[in-house]
């Protein structure tokens, strides 16, 4: 193992053939961290913006990123959903401020320059100069042509309501993307309803981007780190469980029915479980189970009418004898986390900023048809997350103590062989297969 005073390797150092074990320098390295921004956020990949409820008249606008570059998810039309890079054509200049709004045509102050909606320059001051004592001064050349100079437009891919964005043209479609695997659960949760947004959290955690991925790629820690998790009952590493994967490993979900546990005094003894702990109020946890829990039912399987299964009753629609998850958490890599937690249902935005920050945007969301009693309860059930939140405050901690200890030794590495040290799908939590998965897609794509 190098020595804390040896400079560390262009590339980073991993032990053996696997993933297993991951070089400290991965979170650490800024020249790392400009590399991962283009060969993750501005090629190859579809990144998260938004959601289309987020601006739902023509003229509405979402200032956000792509990996670090700030641009704006418009209504530009009545069926058309553009994003722009917030870069003046002109000199340069992030000109829109705002996070959310409503506009007609985008003007940089600088130099007033205009935009449609579109991206589309149309209007240049003082373009064909100014009359002065009988002649014109100034002016563009006159082989200038708007067409050539508006704001760079990305690709756009919308699906169930959802907005993803590329800087690269030739990305593959989104539904290729996601893989076979991945989309099923995708459009489980976004199934064509349409979508209501509830309300925002924001929070900046001073650790590198690829943490929070890992994160929510983790199933070891939720009952052991969350107080509330494993007291309540919210996710356990005996609740019948499945880990899901794309065929290339860089996208997850993992897959929980609360209420069909083994034995509690597996998970009861660990230190973080607080049998004397109580909710005043249960509303924070109890389910109320919905249609589209289940999914859609496959062809040829009947559907099932109300009865217990999990904990929970069967949705109407869903298949006799399919399990009904009560927490879906996907990872859609590079940028964002869909979760479904009960019926709290949300997006997260992982947004970088420099090699030891990011920032990390929630969107809670439900649905238009939902009754004024299911808004409430996703409401008062987001309140287990977030900054402040009952349970996510403890992420942010651990990723800003796991942070401190990769700047102080960048030589070393960290640890991800619970379950062995292969990469594979499973039918259970105890196993940290999907970060080793995550970081065999790192490889592929750093070290082509």
Known sequence: MSLASDPLPERPRWEGEGTSRIPFQVYTDEQLHKKELERFFYQGHWCYVGLEAEVPAVGDFKRTVVGERSVIMTRSAADEISVVENVCAHRGMRFCRERHGHKKEFVCSYHQWSYTLQGDLQGVPFRRGVKQDGKVNGGMPADFKTAEHGLTRLKVARRGGVVFASFDENVPSLEDYLGPAILGYFDRLFNGRQLKVLGYNRQRIPGNWKLMQENIKDPYHPGLLHTGFGTFGLWRADHKSQLVMDEHFRHAAMISTRG??????????????????????????????????????????????????????????????????????????????????????????????????????????????????????????????????FVAADDGEVIEFSQEAFESKPFHRALAELGGRGVENTDHMVTETLIRGMYAYWRKVMEA
């Open 260 to 389: 069909s546990a083994g034995q509690a005094g597996q998970v009861t003894q660990v230190s973080s479980f607080k049998e004397s702990m109580e909710l005043h109020d249960k509303r924070f946890i109890d389910i109320v189970p919905e249609p589209w829990w289940a999914g859609p039912t496959p062809p040829g399987r009947p559907k099932a009418s109300e009865a217990p299964l999990g904990g929970s009753e069967v949705p109407e629609g869903a298949s006799v004898g399919a399990p009904v998850p009560t927490a879906v958490m996907m990872t859609i890599f590079p940028s964002v986390i869909l979760q479904q937690q009960v019926n709290s249902v949300s997006t997260r935005h992982i947004q970088p900023d420099g090699h030891g920050a990011f920032d990390f945007v929630w969107t809670h969301f439900g649905f238009e048809d939902d009754t004024p009693e299911m808004e409430q309860r996703r409401l008062r059930q987001a309140n287990l997350f977030g900054p402040a939140g």
